[in-house]
C-alpha cells in the first residue's frame, strides 16, 4: 500500500487555509477542503463478454475512492465515489489490454496524491472544476512509463479522476447533512453559472444570475425508464448460442431479457465498419422489438464511423424497408472518433435523419460546444467524466437547446447510485441506459440487499425510492461489503 503524508508549514492550519486561496474572494461558510484520500481497486468478472468498438471485455477493475473533507471549524466528513476503469471504452489503442490497464491504475494513484495536495477550499463544483481545468493536464503530460508509447487520453484521465470527483461530492453532502442535489446553488456556491464558461459565453443571457438547480429537474422522478444494451456479440435467438453461455439463472436470450424485465428500450451496438452486419443487426433487434412491444431504439456505432455517409446509407436503407423499426429508432449515438479537433467532421446530414447524440467526444463542455458547431444536437452525460463536469456539460447543454440522455458505463456497486440519480434530475429524453445487471448482476449483491429496485428491473424501470439521506444516498452504513486493503493513501497528518 502507498500511504502518504502532505508536508506542509506547521503555522498553516486548518482555518488559515481558507484564508490563504487566492481562488475564493467570495467565500462561504460551507466550504471545504480536501483532509484526505484513499484508493481501493475492487476486480470484477463479465458473467457474458461485452464487445467495445473493436475490442472485448471480460473482466474490469472498479476504482472506489473515499475522501474525507473539512471545514473551517475543523468538522471532517468522509464520501465515497466509484468508476469502472473500463480501458477499452476510455483508451483505444493497439497497446496491449494489461499494459493500458495497469497505466490507469498507476494514474488513479497519482491522481489520489494530487487531489490530496490540493489546496483550494470550495463547493465541489469549484474544486473539481479548477483540479480539471489546471492539475489534471500537467499530471497527464507528466505521467510516463517506459513502456508506454502514447499519453494517457484525456478520457481515461477523466474515469480516473471521476471516482475522486463523485467522492467529494459525497463527503460535502455528509457534511452538511443534506443531498448533495440541493447543494448546487447559490446558498452553497460563491462562483455564478457563468464563472465556470469562457467570456463569451458568460455574456449568453441564458447564464445570467443563473445557478445550476435552474437546469436541473425540479422534482426529480422516482423510477426511470430502463435501456438494455444489446451488445455485439449477445445472441438473439436459440441459433445463435453455442453453449457457452452461463446457466447462473439469468437471462441470456434477448427475448427472455425483455420478458423478464419488461423492456421497452433497447440501445443496439454496431460495428460501424461492417455495412451489411449492422444493417441486419439493426433490423434483427427492431423485428424482435414489434414483436415483443418494445417502443423505443437506439444506435451506438461506437466511434468506429470516419464518413457520415456510412450512417446516412444505413439510416435511409432502413427508412424505405423497415420504417417501422426506423420510427422507433430514437437516436443515435456517437458513430465517429471521439477527438472532435483532430476528426472536425461535418455531421449534420446525420442529424437530419435522426437526433445525434456525442458520447465519448463530450469530454466537458467546451467540447459540446465544438460539437454542436460540427452538427451534433444532442449529448450523452456520464459520471464517469466526473460529476462535476457532467453538470457543466448539462447546463451548457440545455442553454442551448441541445437534449439530454445518461449513459452508462456498466456500472456496478456504489457507481449506479450517481450515475441514475443524473438521469432522474438531468431531465432527459427517456430514462436511463442501465446494464451492470446484464453483465455483472451478482457484483453488486451487497449494495442490491440496501437498494433492490436500482440493481434490478423491474416493468422496464428502475425504482430510486430507497436512496435517500445526505451526500448521494448511498446509506453507505447499511451496506455489508468488506473491502480490499487500500492501495494508496494520502493525508494532510
Not at 487555509?17 to 470484477?44: E, G
Not at 474525507?68 to 466528513?77: E, F, L, P, S, W
Not at 471516482?163 to 455564478?192: E, P, V
Request: aromatic fraction near 10%.
Amino acid at each position: 500500500m502507498q500511504k502518504g503524508t502532505v508536508k506542509r508549514p506547521h503555522w498553516l492550519d486548518s482555518v488559515s487555509v481558507f484564508w490563504l486561496n487566492p481562488l475564493m474572494t467570495n467565500r462561504k461558510a460551507t466550504d471545504v477542503a480536501i483532509d484526505s484520500v484513499a484508493l481501493y481497486f475492487l476486480p470484477v468478472t463479465f458473467r457474458v463478454p461485452l464487445k467495445f468498438g473493436r475490442e472485448t471485455m471480460t473482466s474490469v477493475t472498479c476504482a472506489r475512492t473515499c475522501v474525507t473533507v473539512r471545514d473551517a471549524h475543523g468538522r471532517r466528513a468522509q464520501g465515497w465515489g466509484e468508476t469502472p476503469l473500463s480501458v477499452q471504452w476510455a483508451w483505444p489503442s493497439e497497446l496491449p489490454h494489461e499494459l493500458r490497464q495497469t497505466v490507469i491504475q498507476g494514474f488513479c494513484t497519482v491522481v489520489a496524491q494530487a487531489w490530496s495536495e490540493f489546496e483550494a477550499t470550495g463547493h465541489p463544483i469549484e474544486l473539481g472544476n479548477d483540479f480539471q481545468r489546471d492539475i489534471l493536464p500537467t499530471l497527464c503530460a507528466g505521467f510516463a512509463s517506459e513502456s508506454l508509447a502514447e499519453p494517457v487520453p484525456q478520457l481515461a484521465a477523466l474515469i480516473c479522476l471521476s471516482a475522486f470527483d463523485i467522492a467529494l461530492h459525497d463527503a460535502f453532502g455528509n457534511l452538511h447533512q443534506c443531498d448533495i442535489y440541493s447543494t448546487y446553488n447559490d446558498r452553497f456556491m460563491s462562483r455564478k453559472l457563468s464563472d465556470f464558461f469562457s467570456p463569451a459565453d458568460a455574456q449568453d443571457p441564458l447564464f445570467h444570475q443563473t445557478s445550476f438547480d435552474d437546469f436541473l429537474v425540479g422534482r426529480p422522478a422516482k423510477r426511470l425508464p430502463a435501456w438494455h444494451l444489446v451488445g455485439g456479440l449477445d445472441p438473439l435467438e436459440d441459433a445463435d448460442l453455442d453453449g457457452s453461455e452461463p446457466e447462473d439463472g439469468f437471462p441470456v436470450l434477448l427475448r427472455h431479457w425483455i420478458k423478464t424485465d419488461g423492456l421497452s428500450c433497447l440501445k443496439i451496438k454496431l460495428r460501424g465498419n461492417d455495412a451489411a452486419w449492422d444493417f441486419g443487426r439493426l433490423v434483427q433487434v427492431g423485428q424482435i422489438s414489434i414483436e415483443e412491444n418494445v417502443r423505443h431504439l437506439s444506435a451506438d456505432f461506437n466511434c468506429t464511423v470516419t464518413e457520415p455517409a456510412y450512417v446516412n446509407e444505413i439510416l435511409d436503407r432502413l427508412c424505405k424497408v423497415h420504417p417501422v423499426i426506423y420510427d422507433r429508432l430514437l437516436y443515435v449515438e456517437q458513430p465517429f472518433p471521439y477527438d472532435l479537433e483532430a476528426h472536425a467532421i461535418d455531421v449534420s446530414s446525420v442529424a437530419a435523419r435522426k437526433p445525434l447524440f456525442l458520447d465519448e467526444s463530450a469530454h466537458d463542455w467546451r467540447f459540446v460546444r465544438l460539437g454542436r458547431k460540427l452538427g451534433w444536437t444532442g449529448v450523452a452525460l456520464k459520471t464517469c467524466k466526473t460529476q462535476t463536469g457532467a453538470l457543466l456539460s448539462l447546463c451548457w447543454a440545455k442553454s442551448h437547446g441541445m437534449p439530454l440522455m445518461v449513459q452508462d458505463l456498466t456500472n456496478p456497486m456504489l457507481a449506479q447510485i450517481p450515475h441514475v440519480r443524473l438521469a432522474a434530475h438531468a431531465g432527459t429524453i427517456m430514462g436511463v441506459e442501465t446494464n451492470g445487471m446484464q453483465f455483472y448482476p451478482e457484483a453488486s449483491a451487497a449494495e442490491s440487499l440496501v437498494h433492490p429496485g436500482i440493481y434490478r428491473r423491474r416493468n422496464g424501470e428502475l425504482d430510486l425510492e430507497s436512496i435517500q439521506g445526505a451526500g448521494f444516498g448511498y446509506r453507505i452504513d447499511e451496506i455489508e461489503r468488506t473491502l480490499p486493503d487500500p492501495v494508496a493513501v494520502f493525508s494532510r497528518g
